[in-house]
């Protein structure tokens, strides 16, 4: 795999881990995490996403965009959670597509939200915040790209 896939890659199932369960009611189906891995866009940084390095500041990239140092524990934490995010959003997938109205598809999309919300919360060392934190400074940082791709290919090898 070349560095531009690989990046799109990663940026295509972070930005499927975390895009809101709304954006479902326009689409057809929901792809798996590595049919996701090659389809999905990517998504802006917020800009809140920096840690501090141990000289205090925070570390940047080209273009002024500062990027975050995450833990190999707070990654495998991290892939867990979009995997298991991603399993939840193909559960519903098929639910939107069979929605009769606007007010049917809010109803699946909370339902959805709250079960991500809850599986992120679940997966041990990882809170929410921090999951929304790593999927903005990986669509920004090629080495944190590279490792949550690699982390999210083996746990889905293992699981198989």
């Known amino acids: 795999m070349t560095f531009p896939r690989l ?9 499927i881990a975390a895009a809101p369960m709304g954006a479902m009611a326009q689409a057809t189906t929901a ?6 891995a090659q389809e999905a866009p990517v998504t802006p940084p917020t800009g ?8 205090g500041a925070a570390p940047s990239m ?7 140092e995450y833990s190999g524990e707070e990654i495998d934490a991290f892939a ?7 399993e939840i959003r193909d559960q519903y997938a098929p639910q939107m597509q069979k929605a009769q109205n606007e007010q049917d598809q809010k109803a699946i999309v909370e339902e959805a939200n709250a079960e991500m919300k809850a599986a992120i919360e679940a997966v ?4 929410l915040d921090k999951y929304m934190a790593i999927n903005r ?3 920004t940082d090629q080495d944190l790209n590279r490792k ?13």
């Open 148 to 160: 949550i791709v690699r982390r999210i290919q083996e746990l889905t090898q293992n699981a198989g």
């Open 62 to 68: 080209p273009g002024g965009v500062e990027v975050a």
């Open 124 to 127: 041990d060392g990882i809170s």
């Open 48 to 55: 809140d996403e920096t840690a501090q390095s141990p000289d």
């Open 80 to 86: 867990e959670a979009v995997i298991d995010v991603s």
């Open 7 to 15: 990046m799109t890659g990663t940026a295509a199932v972070l930005a």
């Open 137 to 139: 400074a990986a669509t």
């Open 31 to 36: 792809p798996s995490a590595p049919q996701a």
